[in-house]
């Protein structure tokens, strides 16, 4: 199975400031069909299903706003909020889903400092 | 819009077993397959399986082979997940999920099962 390993586990940040979440997969996970990476970024509000925030590592989904943004390639992505809103407090997963048993990392705990 | 909406929660005693129903809507049901993921709490979601609601084909996490089963009826729109031989390490919410062109895009409400003697 892919092992997706995020950093950090929790993470203070100030309104109005930038937060980084780091996501490594144990192996590639690059779809050489369409020669993209099959990582997706999810956010789970209390008491909600996880929301799905980006897709193919760096496509936004639709009313997303665009504070959110996905990088990476290979094995090392990251999701990053350029301006940390109240609303954004929440915890962070990102997925793989290139390929069976599809995997999610751990979580990261977002809050304001 | 399109939606997932899931059966109600339930309460189960150890060896039993549960069955969570998933209905689609505002979409073709049978152009995307449907997947069930589950999470206890505090914990990341973990992937179950899929079914289609096109063939009726399933695949299965090699932790839920021989204990879960997942059907659909087209008729009414709706996926079917069983788990059998419940233990407590089974309570978790369980949701339903869409598995479209962009991922893992759809998600029901969640289905909380606890196992309790």
């Known amino acids: 199975d892919i092992v997706m390993t995020q950093s950090p586990d929790s993470l203070a940040v100030s309104l109005g400031e930038r937060a980084t979440i780091n996501c490594k997969s144990s192996q590639s996970i690059l779809y050489s069909l369409k020669n993209k990476n099959c990582l997706a970024w999810f956010q789970q509000k209390r008491g909600q299903p996880p929301k799905l925030l980006i897709n193919?590592?760096?496509t936004r989904e639709s009313g997303v706003p665009d504070r959110f943004s996905g990088s990476g390639s290979g094995t090392d992505f990251t999701l990053t909020i350029s301006s940390l809103q109240a609303e954004d407090v929440a915890v962070y997963y990102c997925?793989?889903?290139?390929?069976?048993?599809?995997?999610f990392g751990q979580g990261t705990k977002l809050e304001i400092k | 819009q399109e939606q997932l909406v899931q059966s109600g929660d339930e309460v189960k005693k150890p060896g039993a077993s549960v069955k969570v129903s998933c209905k689609a809507s505002g979409y073709t049901f049978t152009s995307y397959d449907l997947n069930w993921v589950r999470q206890a709490t505090g914990q990341g979601p973990e992937w179950m399986g899929w079914v289609s609601p096109k063939s009726g084909n399933t695949g299965y996490a090699q932790k839920f082979q021989g204990r879960v089963t997942m059907t659909r009826d087209t008729s009414v729109g709706t996926v079917y997940m069983e788990l059998s031989s419940l233990t407590s390490e089974d309570t978790a919410v369980y949701y339903c999920?869409?598995?479209?062109?962009?991922?893992?895009?759809?998600w029901g409400q969640g289905t909380m099962v606890i196992v309790s003697s």
């Open positions: 997925q793989q889903y290139c390929r069976i048993p599809y995997t």
């Open positions: 999920v869409r598995r479209g062109e962009r991922a893992h895009d759809i």
């Open positions: 193919w590592s760096s």
